[in-house]
C-alpha cells in the first residue's frame, strides 16, 4: 500500500472518529437539554434560558464543521429566538421556556435519528 494510501485511510478513520464522538456530543446535548427543561419547571431562571443560548451557539458553530449544514442553521435560527426571549425573559411562563427546550430537543432528535 503506498503511502498516500495509507495516509487518506488514516485521514478518513480520524475524521469517522471526530463524527462519531460529535454524535455523542449531540446525544449528551439532547440529555443536557432535558435536565435543564426540568429543573425550569419548580425554579424557571435566566440561568436556563442563557444555558440553552450557549448550547445553540456551540452547535450552530460545529454542526457546520462535521458536515451537519441543516443543524447549524437550525440552532442559528433557535439561537435567535432564544436571544429575542431572553429580552423579555421576566414575561416568559413556564410552558414558554418549555416549549424552547422542546424545540431544541426536535432540532437535535432529526440528527440523532438519522
Known amino acids: 500500500m503506498s503511502d498516500e494510501k495509507i495516509e487518506n485511510t488514516?485521514?478518513?478513520v480520524k475524521l469517522k472518529q471526530l463524527e462519531e464522538?460529535?454524535?455523542a456530543r449531540l446525544k449528551e446535548t439532547y440529555k443536557l437539554i432535558e435536565t435543564i427543561e426540568r429543573e425550569s419547571l419548580t425554579d424557571l431562571s435566566e440561568a436556563h434560558i442563557e444555558q440553552l443560548i450557549i448550547i445553540s451557539h456551540k452547535?450552530?458553530?460545529?454542526?457546520?464543521?462535521?458536515?451537519?449544514?441543516?443543524?447549524?442553521?437550525d440552532m442559528k435560527t433557535y439561537e435567535q429566538k432564544l436571544l429575542k426571549a431572553k429580552d423579555t425573559f421576566n414575561q416568559i411562563s413556564?410552558?414558554?421556556?418549555s416549549a424552547f427546550c422542546q424545540e431544541?430537543?426536535?432540532?437535535?432528535?432529526?440528527?440523532i435519528q438519522t
Open 59 to 73: 452547535l450552530a458553530g460545529s454542526s457546520g464543521t462535521f458536515g451537519f449544514a441543516q443543524l447549524s442553521k
Open 104 to 111: 431544541g430537543l426536535l432540532i437535535l432528535n432529526r440528527v
Open 94 to 97: 413556564n410552558e414558554a421556556f
Open 21 to 23: 464522538r460529535f454524535q
Open 10 to 12: 488514516t485521514v478518513a
